[in-house]
Nanobody, 118 residues
Framework: QVQLVESGGGMVQAGGSLRLSCAAR????????MSWYRQAPGKGRERIAT??????TYVDSVKGRFTASTDYARNTMDLQMNNLEPDDTGVYYC?????????????WGQGTQVTVSS
């Protein structure tokens, strides 16, 4: 059984920084794709960073401020968030498409709250 475990998050003032980490725990799997999503209050879940085959893409609203990094040997994906804005407030989720002997499955982390005050 694979589990995505998130850490980081918290509360910060506008202009501050936070770092999120996600680790895929388990055995007998390979990660095909990892992403970070966020869900702002009253809104749907939005994908903000995606890592596939070493390439990382970002949604326009976080480009230049957020930096994702992946370590496929350790099955981790971090998200460094700088110059945070109040609109970055929300619950952040790690997501992964994971392949094992039975097929490809989608997994979600438990979510971590990020609150940016003005």
């Amino acid at each position: 059984q694979v589990q995505l475990v998130e850490s980081g998050g918290g509360m910060v003032q506008a202009g501050g920084s936070l770092r999120l980490s996600c680790a895929a725990r388990g055995s007998g799997f390979r990660i095909n794709l990892m992403s970070w999503y966020r869900q702002a209050p009253g809104k749907g879940r939005e994908r903000i960073a995606t890592s596939r085959d070493g390439d990382i893409t970002y949604v326009d609203s976080v480009k230049g401020r957020f930096t994702a990094s992946t370590d496929y040997a350790r099955n981790t994906m971090d998200l460094q968030m700088n110059n945070l804005e109040p609109d970055d407030t929300g619950v952040y989720y790690c997501n992964a498409m994971i392949q094992n002997a039975l097929g490809v499955y989608e997994f979600w982390g438990q979510g971590t709250q990020v609150t940016v005050s003005s």
